[in-house]
């Protein structure tokens, strides 16, 4: 067996492309009208068409395809904190700074955590 050499970068790339894979890529579908009737198709595309890595799974009936991508949403959940995009991550440490600055700089400071406003008062702490 060779080495394998895998980073960060490439499993950050593996969940973007998971997080925002379309379908469409994988299967054409709609509705048809043939003779009076209608109906609907799902058609698979070929295997050197697609990207396998993001298929979990694939099942072929009488009745048409199915392809199942992976988990977009574990993949999004991964991105959000991987990139902190609701800033929770960054809240918690603003208010661990503002515990430190107030320790650090003597009891007279009293910071509202909320608005970040400092003001001297002996009386608040």
């Given amino acids: 067996m060779g080495e394998l050499f895998v980073n960060g970068r490439d499993v950050l790339e593996l969940y973007?492309?998971?997080a925002f894979a379309d379908i469409?890529?994988?299967?054409?579908f709609g509705?048809?009208?043939?003779?009076g009737k209608k109906g609907?198709?799902?058609?698979?595309?070929?295997?050197?068409q697609v990207d396998g890595?993001?298929?979990?799974?694939?099942?072929v009936?009488?009745?048409g395809g199915k392809i199942k991508l992976?988990?977009?949403?574990?993949?999004?959940?991964?991105?959000?904190?991987?990139?902190?995009?609701?800033?929770?991550?960054?809240w918690k440490r603003f208010v661990e700074e503002q515990k430190l600055n107030v320790r650090e700089?003597?009891?007279?400071?009293v910071i509202n955590v909320i608005t970040g406003i400092v003001r001297e008062d002996e009386d608040e702490i």
């Fill in 16 to 18: 973007i492309r998971i």
């Fill in 70 to 90: 992976l988990d977009k949403t574990k993949a999004l959940e991964k991105l959000e904190k991987f990139f902190d995009l609701f800033g929770i991550d960054a």
């Fill in 40 to 48: 609907s198709y799902v058609y698979l595309k070929d295997c050197d």
């Fill in 24 to 28: 469409t890529d994988y299967v054409e």
């Fill in 105 to 109: 700089n003597g009891a007279n400071r």
């Fill in 61 to 63: 009936s009488a009745s």
């Fill in 31 to 35: 509705n048809y009208t043939k003779d």
């Fill in 53 to 59: 890595q993001l298929i979990e799974e694939v099942s």
